[in-house]
């Protein structure tokens, strides 16, 4: 069964902290990507990677960074993490022409910024 | 920008009835749409795309370009259907932009 794994499924940080999130494919995706789910708002993207130490800035990368050193691993970083940021993060991955078939979804981690 | 509405965040039927979640889309070219469903505890997974024209679990969903809706469809909803859904679309970079979802409860 393919696979997107979310290293934690909660979270809680304090204020100002650095907070990584991990994110992990056995699919050898080219795409990744991090969203944030909020109620009423849907999913927003924060980053996405298309290759290897590539990445690109979504609708809402303010606060954020990420970094991917190896194609099956994507890390979202908050760099002081605040209290607006607590929040439902969601990894994703696609094949190159995944907007096609479609993403394969994490579990999510609920991060909690206390 | 390429926009995703779903009028409503929630929608309440009861079971056997009909149902129709509503989405809306901007884009001037051919869009491709996506319907996508969580479940309660478990993680967001692709239910239909508009390209493949297929049927999961009873739900299906027409592309209307004309009012730019791909509302998505089941003529008899069941309690296992409650979740919630959202819909996508596939802008040009094969990136997905979500509409606000729809929770759907069925009552028994």
């Not at chain 2, 859904?85 to 929770?103: E, P, Q, S, V």
């Amino acid at each position: 069964d393919v696979k997107v794994t979310q290293s934690s499924r909660y979270l809680v940080k304090r204020t100002g902290e650095k907070v990584f999130l991990e994110c992990v494919q056995d699919m050898d995706h080219e795409n990744m990507f991090w969203y944030r789910q909020d109620p009423g708002l849907g999913l927003r993207l924060i980053y996405f990677s298309y290759d290897v130490k590539m990445k690109e800035k979504g609708d809402i990368p303010e606060g954020y960074s990420v970094s991917r050193e190896k194609k099956e691993r994507f890390s979202l970083i908050l760099e002081s993490a605040s209290t607006n940021q607590t929040s439902m993060y969601l990894c994703a991955s696609s094949p190159i022409i995944g907007g096609t078939y479609g993403y394969t979804f994490g579990s999510g981690t609920r991060l909690t910024v206390v | 920008a390429q926009r995703v509405t779903q009028p409503e965040k929630l929608l309440s039927v009861f079971k056997g009835a009909p149902v129709e979640l509503k989405c809306n889309y901007s884009y001037s070219g051919s869009p491709e749409l996506f319907w996508y469903v969580q479940y309660s505890r478990q993680r967001l997974q692709l239910l239909l795309r508009h390209i493949s024209r297929e049927s999961i679990k009873g739900f299906t969903a027409d592309l209307n370009k004309g009012e730019t809706s791909f509302h998505l469809k089941k003529p008899f909803a069941q309690e296992e259907d409650s979740a919630m859904y959202y819909c996508a679309h596939n802008n040009a970079g094969n990136m997905l932009t979500f509409g606000g979802g729809t929770r759907l409860m069925v009552k028994p």
